[in-house]
C-alpha cells in the first residue's frame, strides 16, 4: 500500500514553488497555530498574556533589524532609540493633540523612518565597525535631546503618562484587549519581512549585504539600498516603540538603552540572521528564558538571602551573555539554521540525503 511521504511533494507551476504554505497539512497547522494564538486571552492568565505582548513588541522591533542586519548588511546598534522616537511621537500626539491612535501609530511609523535615513546617510561613506559607531551615536542622542531639550514638552527625565488606545469606542486598557492590538501588528511586521526578503529589493539587500562593491557593478544603486534598508528598521522600531508606550502607559528615555539595542541584536543572533522565522525563534528564547530566570532569581534568592540583590539583577544579563556567546562560538547560523535542518530531513524522509 502506498504511504505518503513529504518527498513525494512537487511543484507543478511557479506560484506552488514559491508559495510559503505549500500543502493541505501545512495549512491545516498554520489555520490551528492562529487559532490557538487568537483566543489565547480566553484560556490562558494575565501573566502569559504580558510574555506574549512583550514577545509581541520584541518581534517587531527584531524583524525591522532583521531587515536590515540579517539581510542589508548593515550593523545597527541604536534600534532602541527609534523605538523612543515612535513611543513619544505616538504618546504626545494622543495626550497633547489628542489624535486618535489609528493615526498616532503610522504617524510613529513615518516619524521613526526620517530620523532612520538621517542616522543611515552615513552608510554611503563607511560600514561595519564604523558604521555601527554611527548607529550607536544615535542610541546616546535621541534619548538624550528628548530628555534635556524637549523637557517642557516630553517631561524629561520623568515618566510621561500615556494614554491607553481607543478604537471605535473601545478602549484597550488591559493586557487582553492590547493583545488583540499587539499580536496582529507583530503577524503583520513578520508577514511583510517574509515576502520582502522573496522580492527584488529583498535580493538586492542580500546582494549589497554578500558584497556591495559587486553589487554595484551589477548596477544595484547600493547607497539606495542601505538608506531604505534603515528606512524600513526606523519604521517598524517606531510601530514598536508606540505600541510599547500605550501598553506600558508610562515612557522614559531610561526605557531605550544601549543595552536594550543590544538585546535585540541578541535575539538575531541566536535566532539566525537573514531568516524571518529566525527572528521569532530568537524573540521566543530570549523572552520565555528572561522569564524563567526572573521566577528563578526569587527562589535564588530565597536560599541564600545575602545574595538576594545579586540573583535580582545579575543573574539574567549573566544568563543573557553566556547564551549569545556560546551561540556566536558553536552555532553562528543560529536556531534557524537547526530548523532548516530539521525541515530537509522530515521533507526528504525516508531518504537521508
Known sequence: ??????????????????????????????????TL???????????????????????????????LTGYCGQLNLGQAAFMCIGAYTSALLTAELGVPFLIALPCAVIASGIIGIIFGLPSLRIKGFYLAMATLAAQF????????????????????????????????????????IIIPVAILATFITKNLARTGTGRAFIAVRDNDLAAEVMGINVFRYKILGFLIC????????????????????????????????????VGGMGSTVGAIFGVLFLRVLEHL????????????PAYMAFFQSSLSPIA????????????PRGLAHRWQILKASYRLHPFTY
Do not use: C, K
Not at 37 to 42: V, Y
Not at 47 to 56: D, F, R, T
Open 37 to 67: 494564538l487568537l483566543t489565547m486571552p480566553l484560556w490562558t492568565s494575565s501573566s502569559i498574556l504580558y510574555l506574549a505582548n512583550l514577545i509581541g513588541i520584541s518581534l517587531i522591533a527584531v524583524q525591522g533589524l532583521n531587515i
Open 1 to 34: 500500500m502506498a504511504i505518503h511521504r513529504p518527498s513525494g511533494t512537487f511543484d507543478r507551476n511557479y506560484g506552488e514553488d514559491m508559495a510559503i504554505v505549500r500543502t493541505p497539512f501545512q495549512w491545516f497547522l498554520l489555520m490551528g497555530f492562529l
Open 320 to 331: 543573557y551573555g553566556l547564551i549569545i556567546t556560546l551561540f556566536v562560538v558553536f552555532e
Open 293 to 304: 530566570i526572573q521566577g528563578w532569581s526569587f527562589g535564588l534568592a530565597e536560599l541564600f
Open 234 to 269: 526606523a519604521m517598524f522600531a517606531g510601530a514598536a516603540g508606540s505600541l510599547q508606550a500605550h501598553w506600558v502607559r508610562a515612557i522614559n528615555p531610561d526605557h531605550f538603552t544601549l543595552i536594550t539595542s543590544i538585546w535585540y541584536l541578541g535575539m538575531l543572533i
Open 141 to 180: 542622542i535621541i534619548p538624550t535631546v528628548i530628555a534635556n531639550v524637549g523637557e517642557d514638552i516630553t517631561g524629561g527625565t520623568q515618566s510621561y503618562i500615556v494614554l491607553p488606545p481607543t478604537i471605535g469606542g473601545l478602549l484597550f486598557n488591559t493586557q487582553a484587549s492590547m493583545f488583540y
